[in-house]
């Protein structure tokens, strides 16, 4: 349901943008979140961005990283901007939402893609 991708090797101060691709019929995703996790760390929620265009970031990527939407197709993107050697990580983008009138949420997870910021 979830595809993610964008992610490679970059140097510090550089930029990247990540897609996550929401594919299926009929789901509909009221939140969409990007995660990373670190070698040795634990996952960390970056950004949300709600279907009524609310975005929300952590701490430590407010003002670097911009959350975005495009309806066709259903896609969001993370702009990484000025990244750090501490971005290093993979990311993954998650889904919560439901199938049409379907009264029941569904979570979906992507299957991560690596960024690799070298000084």
């Known amino acids: 349901q979830l595809q993610a991708s964008g992610g490679g090797l970059v140097q510090a101060g550089g930029s990247l943008r990540l897609s996550c691709v929401v594919s299926g019929s009929n789901f509909q995703p009221n939140v969409v979140g990007w995660y990373r996790r670190a070698p040795g760390k634990e996952r960390e929620l970056l950004a949300t961005?709600?279907?009524?265009?609310?975005?929300d970031y952590a701490d430590s990527v407010k003002g670097r990283f911009i959350v975005s939407r495009d309806d066709v197709p259903n896609t969001v993107y993370l702009q990484m901007d000025r990244l750090k050697p501490e971005d290093t990580a993979r990311y993954y983008c998650?889904?919560?939402?439901?199938?049409?009138?379907?009264?029941?949420?569904?979570?979906?997870w992507g299957q991560g893609t690596v960024v690799t910021v070298f000084s």
């Open positions: 998650n889904a919560l939402g439901r199938f049409g009138a379907y009264p029941k949420t569904f979570e979906y």
């Open positions: 961005f709600t279907s009524s265009g609310d975005a």
